[in-house]
């Protein structure tokens, strides 16, 4: 079913939107990206590299959907300022230098959409309005560190693949992620 931009509430993330978040994401990974990792990938992913980055909402870059007449987030999304490239809070890399936007490109973040809304192209909504936003602040480029269930669309919408990196899990695992570009905005 196809998306009208009338049909959804995309605001920015707030901080009493953080535990509805949290549910959010970890259903979208629970339930879209089992093709693509296994449960031991998922549990390891689960809260790290794959969670919500409270410093988003502090900056008032992170978004999310609301379908009509409800109040539960059904997709979420941002970009960032900063050098951190993916992971949530609990992730063991954290790069919160600013960016310039003359020089670098904006760092798309963790986008995730309900299994019970997927294929409606809610992931499309997110990120058009993610680069939008970004655009307004003055960026022209993107990059992202995509799951391995993202990158079809991530190629759709022009990102080209450019490194693949095994992100180290604290239970002993690898999570594959696509580093990804898109340049010529």
């Known amino acids: 079913m196809p998306h009208s931009d009338v049909d ?7 901080e ?5 978040l949290h549910a ?3 259903a979208s990974v629970r339930g879209l990206q089992a093709n693509d990792y296994t449960p031991a990938q998922i549990e390891g992913a689960i809260g790290t590299v794959l969670g919500l980055d409270t410093q988003l909402i502090r900056d008032q870059t992170y978004f999310l959907v609301e379908a009509p007449g409800q109040t539960t987030p059904v997709a979420c999304g941002g970009w960032s300022k900063r050098k951190t490239l993916f992971g949530s809070d609990g992730a063991s890399i954290r790069e919160p230098e600013l960016l310039n936007p003359a020089t670098d490109a904006a760092k798309v973040r963790a986008i995730f959409v309900h299994p019970g809304f997927a ?4 992931g499309t909504l997110i990120l058009a309005h993610v680069e939008a936003a970004a655009q307004t602040a003055g960026f022209r480029r993107f990059e992202m560190g995509s799951t391995l269930t993202g990158v079809p669309l991530y190629r759709l919408k022009g990102y080209v693949e450019v490194e693949r990196i095994a992100v180290p ?3 002993g695992e690898t999570l594959p992620v696509v580093r990804m570009v898109k340049a010529g905005l």
């Open 119 to 122: 294929r409606r192209g809610l």
């Open 169 to 171: 899990l604290t239970n």
């Open 8 to 14: 959804w509430c995309i605001r920015i993330a707030r």
């Open 24 to 26: 959010l994401i970890e």
């Open 16 to 20: 009493d939107d953080i535990p509805a």
